[in-house]
């Protein structure tokens, strides 16, 4: 599906994507034709290597999402090097940093951080983008939440509940949005074997791995790939009625 998609002529930002999900994703759009700007609060070098190496084009900047006008100046960017911004892709968040822990040993600086990253972080960068969609009377926003927001997980309630405001944001603003033609949605994956995911789990990973894909309907586990083909459909014209929905590549994990 993902190499059928053309994103000619798109203007793209992809947050978090020095590594993981977030270069794949920018990966995968410049792939469709679409000209990127990678952002992370680590060096995107490689990722603007990788993607001029396959033929696409992007542009690589620094960026925390939870100074708005690091975000500004991120969206300006875009607008002076791409003469606009089509899309937005919000998977900036805190995930592998965390610690699984219960609920009430979680340090309050841990869960102002997750929910720092996480959800103001993707309002901040809705907030930077939406002056020039809304100018341009159209764009896509993509906000990565996560399956956990909606089956819940034990010992990693910061996460969850941090992704289950994603999804109140994405029907928020999409209701508010959409008066001008901006779509806003939101994509709950399940688990995906990414450096993050690494990380949080270490050596449980493998075990990890197999008892998600128990759980779901489709006992596999998920790819980047997999993720990729939701978001370029999402920033496409072919889903251009679609907006304040939950898109769950998740096997079957957690059902609507």
Request: with cysteine; proline share 3%; glycine share 10%.
């Amino acid at each position: 599906m993902t190499d059928k998609i053309d994103l000619s002529g798109k203007r793209a930002i992809v947050t978090g994507a020095a590594q993981g999900l977030g270069r794949a994703i920018a990966e995968g759009l410049a792939g469709a034709g679409a000209r990127v700007l990678v952002t992370d609060v680590a060096d995107c070098t490689d990722t603007v290597r990788r993607i001029e190496a396959a033929g696409g084009k992007a542009l690589g900047a620094h960026l925390d999402v939870t100074n708005i006008e690091q975000c500004r100046k991120a969206a300006a960017l875009a607008r002076e090097r791409f003469g606009g911004i089509d899309v937005l892709v919000n998977n900036a968040a805190l995930y592998g940093a965390l610690k699984l822990q219960p609920f009430d040993e979680i340090p309050e600086q841990e869960w102002a951080a997750c929910f720092n990253v996480n959800v103001t972080g993707t309002w901040n960068m809705c907030r930077a983008v939406a002056p020039t969609m809304r100018e341009a009377k159209q764009g896509s926003i993509v906000n990565l939440s996560s399956s956990t927001a909606r089956t819940g997980v034990a010992l990693f309630a910061h996460y969850a509940t941090s992704k289950a405001a994603v999804l109140g944001l994405t029907r928020s603003l999409a209701r508010e949005l959409g008066e001008v033609g901006v779509r806003v949605n939101s994509i709950a994956p399940t688990v995906v074997p990414t450096e993050g995911s690494k990380t949080l789990a270490g050596p449980m990973l493998e075990q990890f791995l197999q008892v998600t894909a128990g759980q779901q309907a489709l006992h596999r586990n998920a790819t980047t790939e997999d993720i990729v083909g939701v978001v370029l459909f999402l920033a496409s014209d072919l889903s251009s009625l679609v907006t304040a929905h939950i898109l769950a590549p998740d096997g079957g994990l957690a059902p609507l």
